[in-house]
C-alpha cells in the first residue's frame, strides 16, 4: 500500500543548529515532492517545492533534498530560530494525481 | 489579495445532524480542494472542484459531498454526523488542477466537534 512517513512525531533542537527532518515514501512515484508549515490552529503555509528531476532545492535558510532511488526527501532549517517551531509536513503528488497526499508531519521545537 | 476564507471558524453539533462549512479561494483561483484533518495527523483529500466540476475523490462515505459555485466558491456538507467527523476541515485552492508547479493555499479551516 501506499505510504508517507515522516521522521519522529516530535523533534527538539537548540537555537542556531541545523534542523534534519526525514519524509519517506514507499509505493509512489511522485513527479514532485511539496513541504509546507503548519502552526497550531492554523492551515498548512506552502514552502518548498522540489520536482522528481531535481536533487536540491533552497530558499533563504531552507534546504530539501529529494532522492528518488532511495524515495526519500530531507528538509534542513539552517541557523534556526524558536520562530521555526512548528509542525513541519510533507506531501507528494504522483505524475496523473489531482490531489497532494500528506504525511502525519513532525513537530519542530526550536528551544532558545 | 484575501486569502482563503472559511466559515464559520468552529463549529459544535451532535451526531446525527447535518453540517455545511464555506469557502471562498483567492481571487483568480479556480479550483478547490477539501481537506480532513484529525488531530496529530495529516491533511487527509477529501474532494477537489475546477469549473464547478468534481475532479477528485477521497476515501470517504457518501455522507460526504460537496459543490462549488460559479464564483468559484464552495460548500462541503456532511450528513449524519458521528462522532468521528470532529476534526479541523481545511480548504484550499489553487489555479488549475494537475498542474506540475501546483501548490496550495489553505484557509485556517472549520474546527468540527460532534458531540
Known amino acids: 500500500s501506499q505510504k508517507i512517513e515522516q521522521n519522529s512525531e516530535a523533534l527538539n533542537i537548540q537555537e542556531g543548529k541545523t534542523a534534519t527532518l526525514t519524509c519517506n515514501y514507499t509505493?509512489?512515484?511522485?513527479?514532485?515532492l511539496q513541504w509546507y508549515r503548519q502552526d497550531p490552529g492554523r492551515g498548512p503555509v506552502f514552502l518548498l517545492l522540489?520536482?522528481?528531476?531535481?536533487k536540491e532545492k533552497r530558499k533563504e535558510r531552507l534546504k530539501v533534498t529529494f532522492d528518488t532511488t532511495l524515495k526519500q526527501s530531507l528538509f534542513h532549517i539552517t541557523a534556526s530560530q524558536p520562530a521555526d517551531s512548528a509542525t513541519y509536513l510533507c506531501?507528494?503528488?504522483?505524475?496523473?494525481?489531482?490531489?497532494?497526499?500528506f504525511g502525519s508531519g513532525t513537530q519542530l521545537t526550536v528551544l532558545p | 489579495d484575501a486569502g482563503v476564507t472559511q466559515s464559520p471558524t468552529h463549529l459544535i453539533k451532535t451526531r446525527g445532524q447535518h453540517v455545511t462549512l464555506r469557502c471562498s479561494p483567492i481571487?483568480?483561483?479556480?479550483?478547490v480542494s477539501w481537506y480532513q484533518q484529525v488531530l496529530g495527523q495529516g491533511p487527509q483529500f477529501i474532494f477537489q472542484?475546477?469549473?464547478?466540476?468534481?475532479?477528485g475523490r477521497g476515501n470517504f462515505p457518501d455522507r460526504f459531498s460537496a459543490r462549488q459555485f460559479p464564483n468559484y466558491s464552495s460548500e462541503l456538507n456532511v450528513n449524519a454526523l458521528l462522532l468521528g467527523d470532529s476534526a479541523l476541515y481545511l480548504c484550499?485552492?489553487?489555479?488549475?488542477?494537475?498542474?506540475?508547479?501546483?501548490?496550495?493555499?489553505f484557509g485556517s479551516g472549520t474546527q468540527l466537534s460532534v458531540l
Open positions: 484550499a485552492s489553487s489555479i488549475q488542477p494537475g498542474q506540475t508547479n501546483e501548490k496550495l493555499f
Open positions: 522540489i520536482r522528481e528531476n531535481e
Open positions: 472542484y475546477y469549473e464547478k466540476e468534481e475532479r
Open positions: 506531501a507528494l503528488a504522483p505524475g496523473s494525481a489531482r490531489q497532494l497526499t
Open positions: 509505493n509512489y512515484s511522485p513527479a514532485y
Open positions: 481571487s483568480g483561483h479556480k479550483s
